[in-house]
């Protein structure tokens, strides 16, 4: 029996590249992290919600949105996605009904 899919693979037309987190120690008992690219995948993305905040007493906006893309397993809320020049945190990820066909990622964009 098919399941229908929350978004239509014919409209996942954005490249996103998963990138994963590299750790090293910097020498003070701390870590410094980088990220190395992996796997480019396909997907949909969907602004969720656009808010103000201060951050260090300067204003900025946080921006959320929704990124569907084909289900891959391990995907945490350590890796961030990538569409060419865009930054996504990455803040949760989950398979919506449990079929293994659609992975949704909740995002943050970080700004450069």
């Known amino acids: 029996m098919k399941t229908k899919s929350s978004v239509p693979i014919g409209a996942r037309s954005r490249r996103f590249v998963l990138e994963m987190p590299l750790e090293r120690p910097?020498?003070?008992?701390?870590?410094?992290?980088?990220?190395?690219?992996?796997?480019?995948?396909?997907?949909?993305?969907?602004?969720?919600?656009?808010?103000?905040?201060?951050r260090a007493d300067r204003p900025e906006q946080a921006l959320t949105h929704r990124i569907t893309l084909r289900y891959r397993d391990g995907v945490?809320?350590?890796?961030?996605?990538?569409?060419?020049?865009?930054?996504?945190?990455?803040?949760?990820?989950?398979?919506?009904?449990?079929?293994?066909?659609?992975?949704?990622?909740?995002?943050?964009?970080?700004?450069?």
């Open 26 to 54: 910097d020498g003070f008992g701390g870590v410094i992290r980088s990220y190395a690219p992996g796997p480019q995948m396909w997907g949909a993305i969907e602004m969720l919600s656009g808010t103000d905040r201060v």
């Open 76 to 112: 945490t809320g350590a890796m961030r996605l990538t569409a060419g020049l865009r930054r996504f945190a990455i803040r949760a990820a989950a398979d919506p009904d449990g079929s293994r066909r659609d992975l949704v990622c909740l995002v943050e964009e970080l700004k450069a």
